[in-house]
């Protein structure tokens, strides 16, 4: 059984190749957002024309973002949405809210710091992990049947 992965979620730590590197020897295939943070922000303008405002500028970028976004979650097995530390990513919680909507299998990715305020889209998670290994374990145990250890 070969699992498509989506990695969605904060772009500012290593997360997303710690999962990937840890699951290498795995069936499995991921996709992500675009994670250069610069470019995803400005891709709307940069290929649309520029907005003299930046609520204009923002939603150029997000409309197309949400393209490979959604296309992204739609055709992923599994969506694993990270939440980090530093920022407020709504952004994240609407990818978990999107997924949840569509049926797929969601697990939600936070430290302890955060278990409160995310408690709505923890509940609609199959899984909520506190680090990257732990997803990693879960792929593990879904696709083998094997137990850390």
Not at 64 to 74: D, L, M, P, Q
Not at 122 to 133: E, F
Request: hydrophobic share 45%.
């Amino acid at each position: 059984m070969t699992l498509k992965i989506y990695l969605s979620g904060e772009i500012h730590t290593d997360w997303r190749e710690q999962i990937t590197e840890g699951a290498a020897d795995l069936d499995v295939s991921f996709d992500s957002p675009v994670t250069d943070h610069a470019a995803s922000d400005d891709c709307g303008v940069a290929i649309l024309g520029e907005e003299a405002d930046k609520f204009w500028h923002d939603r150029k970028g997000a409309q197309i973002n949400a393209i490979r976004t959604r296309k992204g979650i739609a055709e992923a097995d599994v969506v694993v949405v990270r939440f980090g530390e530093q920022y407020k990513q709504w952004n994240a919680a609407f990818d978990a809210g999107y997924a949840a909507a569509l049926g797929k299998s969601l697990i939600i990715l936070h430290g302890p710091d955060h278990a409160h305020a995310l408690k709505e889209v923890d509940a609609a998670a199959l899984a909520v992990a506190q680090s990257p290994q732990q997803v990693v374990q879960i792929l593990r145990y879904v696709l083998n049947g094997s137990l850390p250890g």
